[in-house]
């Protein structure tokens, strides 16, 4: 069977990166009529898809995919990406189950599935999703930022501070979570710490409105 070389994949990922998805779609495309079994031309394809809201093309190509291999857990991650995209979130987590019942310390769909339970207001389910990940990748600050979101749904402040203050330890200038400190602490009445958090946040990414309105 004929394998695709390295060069033309990472040629793929860069139209990708530079979110030329139409040259992208032509190229894979082409690529197919040549290696029609590899996984990768499928999965960047259903991804492209994806980018461009796409979404039943994207499903049916990812499936594509299912088709050569079917215990491809990155795969059941997309196409649970993809139903995340369209708010179709029960759908979402079945696939995400999916994935991580073919690879089971799959961080990124421990946290997609995390992210899923959230929308539908499962919070504890969520936190137990997030800690799966967390366990998995504890250097990662947008997983503690996500743990911590959902403690402060909660009410469980303490915790979502130590949630908080745990990214910056992995990356100090983690906007989201300086900012979501800033509103920790306007909570707990500490308005002259709330400021200094959301003025190192909004120094980083200027456009928080959550930094405005709390």
Same mark, same amino acid.
Not at 163 to 184: K, T
């Given at each position: 069977?004929?394998?695709? *070389? ?15 998805? %139409? ?5 894979? $495309? ?54 995340? %995209?369209?708010? $179709? ?12 019942? &073919? ?29 799966? %990940?967390?366990? &998995? *990748? ?10 911590? *979101? ?9 915790? /979502? ?5 745990? /990214? ?38 200027? *456009?928080? /409105? ?5």
């Amino acid at each position: 069977m004929k394998k695709i *070389n390295k060069q033309t994949i990472q040629t793929l990922i860069n139209y990708y990166k530079s979110s030329d998805l %139409a040259k992208l779609e032509k190229e894979v $495309k082409k690529l197919l009529k040549t290696f029609p079994d590899e996984e990768f031309l499928y999965n960047i394809l259903g991804i492209s898809f994806v980018e461009r809201k796409k979404f039943d093309e994207a499903i049916s190509t990812f499936k594509k995919t299912l088709s050569i291999n079917p215990n491809n857990a990155e795969i059941f991650c997309n196409i649970g990406n993809t139903y995340f %995209a369209q708010r $179709k979130f029960s759908q979402s987590i079945k696939n995400y189950q999916k994935s991580l019942s &073919i690879k089971p310390d799959y961080a990124e769909a421990h946290n997609n599935l995390g992210n899923a339970y959230k929308e539908l207001g499962k919070l504890e389910e969520a936190v137990n999703s997030y800690k799966k %990940a967390l366990a &998995i *990748n504890p250097d990662f600050p947008s997983l503690h930022n996500n743990l911590g *979101n959902v403690y402060k749904e909660l009410g469980r402040l303490d915790s /979502a501070l130590d949630s908080y203050q745990e /990214a910056l330890s992995y990356n100090p200038d983690h906007p989201d979570s300086l900012n979501n400190l800033g509103v920790i602490f306007f909570k707990l009445g500490e308005f002259e710490k709330s400021s200094q958090y959301y003025e190192k946040a909004i120094k980083i990414k200027p *456009n928080f /409105a959550e930094a405005c309105n709390n």
